[in-house]
Each structure stands twice: as C-alpha cells, then as structure tokens.
C-alpha cells in the first residue's frame, strides 16, 4: 500500500471527501492542516491550483482535486465504491459534480450578509436537493441504495453543512419534502467515517468563524 499524505484546511469540504473515504476504508494516512489565508510556499510549490485538498504519494506523486483523488483512493485500495458498470459509473461521477455544486450553494448560505443572500443561496441549495431527491433510489439510504459509494462520500460534507445551517436557523426547514434527503443525510451523517472526517472542535470553530464574518445566520442566531 502506498503513503497516503493529505494536505487539508480544517473547514474544507473537499478534503472531507478523502478523510471519509480513507476513514471507511480503514486506510491509514497522514494529514497537513495549511492556513488557506496564508498559503505556505512549499503548499503553493506542491498544489497548481493552490487549492486543498491535495494527495502526496509515497512522498513523492501529488494528485489535487477530490474527485480524482477519490477515485484515485478507491482503485488502489480494497472494495470498490463505484458500480462496474460504464454507464452507472458514469451517472454516480456526474452527481459527484453536482455535489460540488450544491458545497458552493451551501459555502454562499454561511456567509450571506443578509437575510437576502441567504435566501437566495438557499434557493440554490433547495434546486440542487429536488434533483438529489429524484435520482435517489426508493429503498435507499445511500444514492446506490444498501451500500455507501463515492457519491456518498462526496455529497456528505456539503449535506453536513446543510444540517449544521438548518440547526442554526430552524426556519430553513431545509428538507421540507424530501424524505429521501432526509434518509440520506441522517443515514450519512450517523456513520462514523463522516464523523470522524472533521477534526475535534471544528464545527466550535465553525461557529465562531461565523460570528467574526458576522453572517447572517450567525446573526439571527445570537438574536434568536
Ligand atoms: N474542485 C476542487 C475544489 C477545492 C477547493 O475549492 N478547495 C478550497 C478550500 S475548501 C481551497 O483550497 N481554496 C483555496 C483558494 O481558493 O485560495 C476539489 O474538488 O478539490
């Protein structure tokens, strides 16, 4: 088995990806938290886009973006995540792309300003949910059903900030008319790759990150 050494920032969602998947894997691997605010020249050196996550391989090969860092992941360790099958393939990595989406949907209701943005960013969100809902298959919980996949380990961080914005500001009532969501996220968010995927007292930090953007979440939250 190669060394696995991910480079990470400690609220990213991308990187949550890989620490779920290594974490259901049971694959050990080292971690690097960076200050995204600061970027370390030898960071800016390894990443081309400058962005976290990136992978280092036995040291010496370094692989960025999650999503191929995912797949990367799962064809060289034990289980496969993604169906055989080119076409159901193909389906689970094009839903992989729309979570990247739905995490942006979800970055822009954290820090929207006012009452507006946040509106606005949640109509988003709601959009990319429905369509969640629809490919969702009826005896779930996981979007290929019984057993977790990459578009689960994908899609997990950005349905975590969903809760974590929902028990902020109870009014979102986020998953009104989405049971399969709701399954979904509940059974996702229970799983102790998921849990253990952010490191301890980061959603306390979350919190206070909130409070110094004065978002306005955070806002109606202190008000509330
Ligand atoms: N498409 C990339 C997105 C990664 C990404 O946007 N990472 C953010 C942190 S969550 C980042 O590194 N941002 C740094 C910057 O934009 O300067 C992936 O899936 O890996």
Redesign the pocket.
């Known amino acids: 088995m190669p060394h696995f050494k991910l480079v990470s920032?400690e609220?990213?969602?991308?990187?949550q990806?890989s620490v779920t998947l290594l974490r259901e894997k049971g694959v050990p691997f080292d971690i690097e938290y960076i200050d995204?605010s600061n970027?370390p020249d030898w960071f800016l050196a390894l990443?081309p886009?400058?962005?976290?996550?990136v992978l280092v391989v036995d040291d010496e090969t370094v692989l960025?973006?999650?999503?191929v860092?995912n797949e990367y992941l799962d064809a060289v360790t034990e289980g496969r995540m993604l169906p055989e099958d080119p076409l159901e393939r193909a389906r689970g990595r094009a839903w992989i792309e729309l979570s990247?989406t739905f995490f942006i949907d979800v970055w822009k209701m954290q820090i929207a300003a006012d009452a507006e943005s946040l509106s606005e960013a949640f109509a988003g969100a709601r959009e990319r949910l429905t369509k969640l809902e629809e490919a969702l298959p009826e005896d779930g919980p996981y979007f290929y059903g019984a057993e977790l996949s990459l578009v689960d380990a994908a899609t997990a961080p950005g349905l975590q900030r969903l809760a974590w914005m929902d028990a902020l500001d109870p009014s979102l009532d986020a998953y009104e008319g989405l049971p399969r969501v709701k399954r979904w996220s509940d059974a996702l968010l229970a799983r102790e790759s998921v849990k253990g995927s952010l490191r301890e007292g980061t959603y306390e930090r979350f919190l206070d990150w909130l409070d110094a953007r004065e978002s306005w979440v955070s806002r109606a939250r202190r008000a509330a």
């Open positions: 920032f609220r990213c969602p991308y990187v990806r995204l970027k990443s886009l400058g962005k976290v996550p960025f973006e999650s999503a860092i990247s």
